[in-house]
């Protein structure tokens, strides 16, 4: 069901990027050949891709080019989608499988922005609990300072990302979550350190939810370009609300394979980690996390 969700919800944003044909004439304009007709059409959506491409180009060209890490937001500008699942192991032993894992479509419309929109995910419960979509997500990314390999390979910025109310099971928040983000990167010869800084704020309902200080940190090491092992650390810490003064934290390794060509632009990268709960207090423990990157 969710697979077919993800494959609809791209087929359309195809569909909108395409530009509708002119099919009106005049009455006293003679039929145009199939060639001449096509030929504005091809020449104004070439255009808009190519600008699109160029600006896409020059945003990767002005930024390192680091791998995006299993469960650290990806701390650079990218164009790609992406597909996550996972499986985990609940504090009280039922098993919960995410298919989807708040990830999705990606898109740079500027050299300095990034735009994600997270389809709700789908979570299956070996449990009494019901099963059902999550909340859909999104994600703004804003590149401040940067620069590539070579020339002081950095990356800061600032993202806001928020989920909305979406679900009408339990698999869902229930309340817009607002997520001010801060991100940096340095690079180091083969080895790139990513991290982030977040805090949640529900909009709504932070009595039952609190909020949450989640940091991310990622080390990858690059091997010939294409191999990527790497270790995280991930912790949240909540105030206020249910969890009010607990913390959780997770050691995740993980490994990052590609990207490798597919078609023209479209690239294909996997990945595969692990989160290991190292605190007291955990949620769940071996979350088994699949990732499918396709960067174009």
Not at 187 to 195: F, L, M, S
Not at 255 to 275: C, I, T, Y
Request: proline share 7%; charged share 15%; hydrophobic share 40%.
């Amino acid at each position: 069901m969710t697979q077919f969700a993800h494959i609809l919800f791209l087929s359309v944003v195809a569909l909108c990027t395409l530009p509708p044909t002119l099919m009106a004439q005049t009455s006293g304009t003679p039929p145009a050949t199939e060639s001449e007709a096509a030929t504005p059409d091809a020449s104004n959506q070439g255009g808009w891709l190519d600008r699109w491409m160029r600006t896409v180009d020059e945003a990767r060209a002005s930024q390192p080019h680091y791998v995006a890490p299993i469960v650290t937001t990806h701390v650079v500008l990218v164009e790609q989608y992406r597909y996550d699942l996972s499986r985990q192991v609940d504090v009280n032993g039922a098993v919960t499988s995410n298919f989807g894992a708040s990830r999705g479509l990606e898109i740079i419309p500027t050299t300095r922005l990034e735009i994600g929109i997270s389809p709700p995910p789908y979570l299956a419960h070996q449990s009494a609990a019901p099963d059902g979509f999550g909340d859909v997500s999104f994600q703004v990314k804003y590149r401040a300072f940067s620069a590539p390999e070579g020339k002081g390979d950095y990356f800061v910025g600032v993202f806001f990302a928020g989920s909305v109310p979406t679900s009408d099971s339990s698999n869902g928040v229930g309340h817009t979550v607002l997520t001010p983000t801060f991100a940096a990167a340095k690079g180091i010869g083969p080895v790139d350190i990513q991290t982030t800084l977040a805090t949640g704020l529900p909009a709504t309902g932070v009595d039952l939810l609190g909020r949450t200080i989640v940091s991310n940190t990622a080390v990858n090491y690059r091997i010939k370009g294409q191999v990527w092992p790497m270790l995280e650390l991930n912790s949240t810490s909540w105030s206020g609300g249910t969890l009010d003064g607990k913390k959780e934290v997770f050691v995740t390794p993980g490994l990052v394979v590609g990207s490798f060509p597919v078609a023209e632009r479209l690239h294909l990268g996997v990945g595969v980690g692990v989160q290991i709960a190292v605190s007291e207090f955990h949620r769940y423990n071996h979350r088994w996390i699949a990732s499918v990157r396709l960067p174009f």
